[in-house]
């Protein structure tokens, strides 16, 4: 799926399947789970990802989904 895609296809892509945990996080927390597990096996697992996410996003090209192509610190 993502052979030919740009860089920022992916990026997009983890960015939005690391909503999520954010959830599971909550959940975990509604129903009387510990706050060491819920953040240690749902937050801290989606922050990492965010955080992988976001160079591809920052180099060179932004692309944002429906907006047209500007380049970054042009």
């Known amino acids: 799926m993502f052979a030919d895609a ?4 992916p ?3 983890m960015l939005t399947v690391a909503v999520a945990p954010f959830g599971g996080t909550w959940i975990m927390l509604q129903h ?3 706050k060491a ?3 240690g096996i ?8 965010v955080l992988s996410a ?3 996003l920052r180099h060179g090209v932004v692309r ?5 192509v500007r380049r970054v610190g042009t």
């Open 64 to 68: 944002l989904p429906g907006a047209a």
């Open 54 to 56: 976001c160079p591809p």
């Open 6 to 9: 740009d860089v920022d296809v």
């Open 37 to 39: 597990a819920a953040f």
């Open 11 to 13: 990026a997009w892509y």
């Open 32 to 34: 009387g789970g510990t």
């Open 42 to 49: 749902r937050f801290v697992p989606a922050v990492a990802v």
